[in-house]
């Protein structure tokens, strides 16, 4: 396949970016999109230029480093899928292809395709967690039965990657869906009750000062996580949230 | 240095860890906080430990390369991990599990640390559920389990098919909390580069911010590497991208030995090879050997066929499969361990029996599973006279339950639906058991500098059986090293914090800088991607699945050849002064380039098959692996004077006293 990609370039974050065109030839379908991008890194490199930095790691869905905006949608065309998962059989010979970086305020651009997406670190710093103590004793696990099905949907929203492919896909850059899952993985164990009005409220005021919008229940974010995490889990934080404030 | 004290306790086996906690130094919990420790890496060993080392008082940095410390490579494991809990009533116990553990490893791993290993187990599975990660359950809310390869009971703890994210995302959670309380300071996108000793003593690293490309310099009392394993060595493995050895070949090259480098694990079930632009292989978790069954026709003219597109698996009946692993060892079956499932499929594809286009794939076939698990529900259900389609259905249900995300993860790569054809599957470089020396602190030879998780030697042997690389990462993280670390720890109370404006910082900040000069300063035209790729090439064909000395031989010189060409040639574009990802990599392929050629000769000295070394010159008649007790009972540490091929050998002699020694057989 030849293919006519249309690539951001950006230095670093205090210089202004750009697309640029390229035309790489000789692609295979059985390609992974980011194997794409190696071949065309290689090209440029022997030609003295610039490789075009994109972050990645696992290269199998389930780290959620990789994070290219692919003709206006976050991790490209195929749903429930990160973007090294994507494979160039989805494109045609011919096809022009626009790569963007995820683009919200709260993520800045750190190089070409790279943004910082720390603000996700420190809305989980802010009450992501249960307040064990490693280093004790805890309970035998058997000790605290959980029901299958909330272990189950628990299990669910803990299956969010951390992409932040619900930011890049909202129009107004919200990070509900994100943050709802964190919240509601532990809303629903038993172990996660005992703090969760706190957590719930830290975690949502921490999201609100890194910047990130409004959700106004458009869905987008929903439609384009590679993990399926739902909007139920909106609607729960929303519940825990109006719950703590009033018992606040 | 030279002599290798293991410092194991004396005593009965199952009061040695007992024991060893009692009569270790403990460091006052008002000192702690005078106190810092850096642990480089923060997959679930080095999150764990940093978690816990923060939470008795110590005052903690980690660094990982990643720009979140979540997204360390642990977040990929998917089967399970072990723990003696014996919910299942099966039979498990402490005993079993270490006997099972050592048995796997070929009785190449040492006996303290893997009963400490079995015993702590049980905790790791508690602190977890306590932290709220969500394991698997049954219907009654208890934890369920499933078994894995190489034992016989069900002692495997897992969440679907994404154990490792849910337990990273434990340990991560854990050190969230230690960061909002200050205990913790995060460095992320940050590189450590080399490793500072002064008086002998580990006291810092040289680490490089990715972003801006800044060179820093961090000190502490001890450093904790827990950086993973090596095996991207091979370029085509199913690590990350950026796995490297950089921090424990650092450590090596300042006098931590490196022990038995060779041992690297083939894992038997990945996404075959399909074409020269791979950049990487996934794993299908073992876990599918449960319900999977492996086969490959039995007449090569099918096996032709079917290579060819002219006949499809579908069509071959029982009669003309051969379920090589049923037939050859008829104990274990499917669920032989990795190093026997691994050269199986080698040896049928070898002979001509492959079934994809390169002839290096065999199958994993779901269909009998499916058909029984859909009778089982149609039963249970009380349907009646339900028909095959029904059946089918019902049982595909079934099995996405269990392996759904694995089996979406494999048609998303393959382009073929594993439910209604059978998977194709071949082995591939998965794991190292070999890493840095350590004691039973989990200190390496350096005073000072510890290993844990991947990035250690300790507990796998010559072969790691499934399920035990997470719960060693968490047995060390949690349970061991934050408590041996004391032990050394309480000579430093009254140290005082570490300058770092001494004449040891401004050396190694000094090499570190020359260094990356050098790289920089390449005038050929080949990418870093080019010397991986050829690095790769000669592990897998000359030091792979199966190694003759004839083979390891030419490597040795070839890896040396091919470095010294990195050197005069490489060409990296860009500058060190901001971020730089060709930089980043050139590095860490710098380091494969000498750990390749130890890797070569430690396998070469090693004149006996054992777990993942297989020695073609050392096999039974039936082609299974002959080991020799009598001259290779020991753990090779290697110790750097210079040239790879200058390093010496030490032995630490493996002496089991509460095991026999048997032929390991799974007949
Ligand atoms: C696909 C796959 C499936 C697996 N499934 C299982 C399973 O089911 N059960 C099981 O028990 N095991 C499994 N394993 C093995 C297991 O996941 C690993 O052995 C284990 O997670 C390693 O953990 P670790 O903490 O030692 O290292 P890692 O998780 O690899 O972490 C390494 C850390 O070191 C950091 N780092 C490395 N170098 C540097 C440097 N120079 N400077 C700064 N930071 C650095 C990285 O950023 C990272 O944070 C699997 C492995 C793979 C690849
Ligand atoms: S909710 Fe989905 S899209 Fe958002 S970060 Fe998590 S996995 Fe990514
Ligand atoms: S690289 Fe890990 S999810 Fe894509």
């Known amino acids: 396949m030849k293919l006519y990609l249309k690539i951001w370039r950006q230095k670093n974050t205090s210089t202004k970016g750009q697309m640029v065109d390229y035309t790489l030839d000789g692609v295979e379908s059985d390609m992974s999109f980011l194997e794409m991008l190696d071949i065309l890194n290689e090209e440029l490199i022997s030609k003295g230029e610039e490789p075009v930095e994109f972050d990645h790691d696992c290269r199998e869905g389930i780290c959620g480093t990789c994070s290219l905006q692919i003709n206006g949608r976050p991790h490209g065309p195929d749903s429930m899928i990160t973007v090294c998962q994507l494979h160039m059989r989805s494109f045609n010979d011919g096809d022009e292809i626009v ?7 709260a993520f800045p651009v750190v190089k070409d395709l790279i943004v910082d997406r720390t603000a996700f670190d420190r809305i989980q710093q802010a009450g992501g967690y ?30 969010c990657i951390g992409c932040g492919a619900c930011v890049a896909a909202c129009k107004n850059a919200s990070a509900m869906l994100f943050t709802s899952a964190k919240v509601s993985q532990f809303a629903l164990l038993p172990q996660g009750r005992v703090e969760a009005a706190e957590r719930v409220e830290n975690m949502v005021r921490q999201m609100d000062l890194e910047g990130f919008g409004n959700c106004t229940n ?17 609607a729960r934080m929303n519940r825990e949230y109006l719950s703590a404030s009033i018992k606040g | 240095m030279g002599v290798l004290d293991s410092r194991e306790p004396q005593g009965p086996l199952a009061d040695k860890w007992t024991k060893h906690k009692n009569e270790i130094d403990l460091v006052n919990p008002a000192n702690k906080r005078n106190i810092d420790i850096i642990v480089v890496g923060t997959g679930l060993a080095g999150g764990s430990a940093a978690a816990t080392l923060a939470e008795l008082g110590y005052n903690v940095k980690t660094f990982c390369y990643q720009d979140s410390p979540r997204r360390a490579h642990s977040i990929a494991a998917q089967g399970g991990v072990n723990a003696a809990k014996n919910y299942q009533g099966d039979g498990d116990s402490v005993y079993r599990l ?6 796997g490893g070929d009785y190449r791993s040492r006996e303290s640390n893997v009963y400490r290993l079995a015993e702590v187990s049980t905790n790791i599975i508690d602190q977890c559920v306590a932290q709220g990660v969500p394991f698997a359950r049954e219907y009654g809310g208890l934890l369920d389990n499933r078994s894995f390869g190489g034992v016989l009971v069900s002692r495997t703890f897992y969440a679907k098919g994404q154990t490792g994210q849910q337990l990273l995302l434990g340990a991560y959670a854990a050190m969230n909390r230690q960061i909002q309380r200050g205990k913790i300071k995060s460095y992320t996108r940050h590189e450590m580069l080399d490793l500072v000793l002064v008086d002998g003593k580990a006291r810092g690293i040289i680490a490089r911010d990715l972003v801006s490309g800044e060179i820093e310099r961090h000190s502490a009392h001890a450093v904790v590497l827990a950086t993973g394993g090596y095996g991207n060595l091979f370029f085509l493995s199913t690590y990350c991208m950026g796995a490297n050895v950089m921090a424990a070949w650092k450590a090596h090259k300042k006098g931590a030995f490196f022990a038995n480098p060779c041992f690297t694990q083939i894992h038997p079930t990945c996404i075959p090879v399909s074409g020269d632009h791979q950049s990487k292989l996934t794993l299908m978790s073992e876990s599918l050997r449960n319900d999977g069954r492996i086969w490959v026709p039995k007449r090569l003219e099918d096996a032709q066929a079917i290579r060819e597109g002219k006949l499809k698996p579908t069509q071959l009946g029982e009669e003309e499969r051969d379920y090589y692993l049923e037939r050859r060892y008829p104990a274990f079956g499917n669920l032989v361990p990795r190093d026997v499932a691994s050269r199986a499929a080698k040896e049928r594809c070898d002979a ?27 039963l249970t259900s009380g349907m009646k006279d339900v028909d095959d389609d029904t059946i089918r259905d019902l049982g595909e249900k079934i099995v996405e339950e269990k392996y759904g995300n694995l089996f979406q993860m494999y048609e998303k790569i393959v382009d073929q639906n594993p439910y209604k054809t059978p998977m194709m599957i071949y082995p591939a470089v998965h794991y190292t058991m070999g890493g840095l020396w350590v004691d039973y602190n989990l200190q390496t030879t350096i005073p000072g500098c510890y290993a844990a998780g991947e990035a250690n030697f300790s507990d796998h042997g010559a072969n790691r059986l499934g399920a035990s690389a997470l719960m060693q990462g968490l047995a060390d993280g949690y349970f061991v090293l934050p408590y041996t670390i004391g032990d050394y720890l309480s000579d430093d109370i009254r140290t005082g914090a570490i300058p770092i404006d001494s004449l040891e910082f401004d050396a190694a900040e000094k090499n570190v800088k020359d260094r990356l000069e050098k790289l920089m300063s390449g005038t050929g035209i080949h990418s870093v991607d080019y010397y991986h790729k050829k690095l790769g090439k000669i592990m897998w064909n000359k030091c792979g699945m199966s190694r003759n000395a004839k083979e390891l031989k ?18 990296i574009p860009g500058s060190p002064n901001g971020k730089n990802q060709e930089l980043e990599k050139a590095g860490r392929v710098a380091d494969f380039l000498e750990l390749g050629e130890l890797f070569a000769k430690d396998a070469l000295e090693r004149n006996e098959s054992c777990g993942g070394h297989f020695r073609e010159e050392y096999q039974t008649p039936e082609g299974e692996a002959l080991r020799d007790d009598e001259n290779f009972k020991f753990v090779s540490a290697w110790e750097y004077m210079g040239e790879p091929s200058d390093a010496k050998l030490h032995k630490e002699d493996l002496v089991y006293e509460n095991i026999k020694v048997k032929t390991r057989s799974y007949k």
């Open chain 2, 554 to 571: 030419e490597a040795i010189k070839e890896i040396a050849e091919l470095r010294k060409d990195f050197w005069e040639n490489v060409k």
């Open chain 2, 98 to 103: 270490f006997y099972d553990t050592i048995k």
């Open chain 2, 352 to 378: 001509g029996f492959g079934v994809n286009k390169t002839g290096e794939a065999v199958y994993l076939d779901f269909s009998a599973a499916i058909m029984r698990y859909g009778k089982e529900k149609a």
């Open chain 1, 99 to 105: 790569i963007e970086p995820w683009r919200a305020k």
């Open chain 1, 218 to 234: 458009t869905g987008a974010c929903e439609v384009e996580c590679p993990k399926g995490i739902s909007l139920e889990n909106i």
């Open chain 1, 130 to 159: 249960i307040s064990v103590n490693t280093s004790g004793r805890p309970v035998d696990a058997n000790a605290i039965p959980i029901e299958k099905d909330m272990a189950d949907k628990s299990f669910n929203a803990a299956t």
